[in-house]
């Protein structure tokens, strides 16, 4: 870890480069369970934030997003079909490793691998219960970080 910290501080020094911007973005996800019974429709959800990139052509870029996704999950019991809405308000940090592949004028294109991390700071559920059967009783059982 810290050989690469001092390569891409190498790296870094010697391209220069400083940048800060915003950050918008258009999420589409399915929620997952471990259990096989209960489903989850692909919600849609914009996020907003911020970025730092330190570099040019080879780039370290930090983030912090703020980001409210929903979801619906829904479970079939024969002819009763038990719906639970779930909306989870966020912040994400990405740490991204990045580097540009083609500069041209009218036309950017990146290549950014790393990790995120999610905090969340609001749960809600509506229903807030469903049925004693159901996987999620309260939103003390999803977790506050992803």
């Known amino acids: 870890m810290i050989i690469l910290l001092i390569a891409f501080a190498t790296v870094t020094n010697a391209q220069g480069g400083f940048t800060i911007g915003p950050k918008v973005g258009y999420n ?12 989850a429709n692909i919600k849609n959800s914009f996020q907003v934030g911020a970025f730092i990139r330190i570099g040019k052509k080879v780039y370290f870029q930090p983030e912090a997003n703020y980001q409210i996704s929903k979801t619906t999950l829904s479970k079939s019991a024969g002819a009763l079909v038990q719906r639970q809405n779930v909306t989870l308000t966020s912040i994400k940090v990405p740490v991204l490793l990045g580097a540009k592949i083609i500069h041209a004028k009218a036309f950017n294109l990146r290549f950014m691998v790393g990790p995120t991390v999610t905090f969340i700071l609001d749960k809600k559920l509506n229903p807030s219960t469903v049925s004693e059967l159901w996987p999620i009783h309260t939103v003390d059982d999803i977790k506050n970080s992803i």
């Open 28 to 39: 589409s996800y399915k929620l997952s369970s471990n259990i096989d019974s209960v489903q």
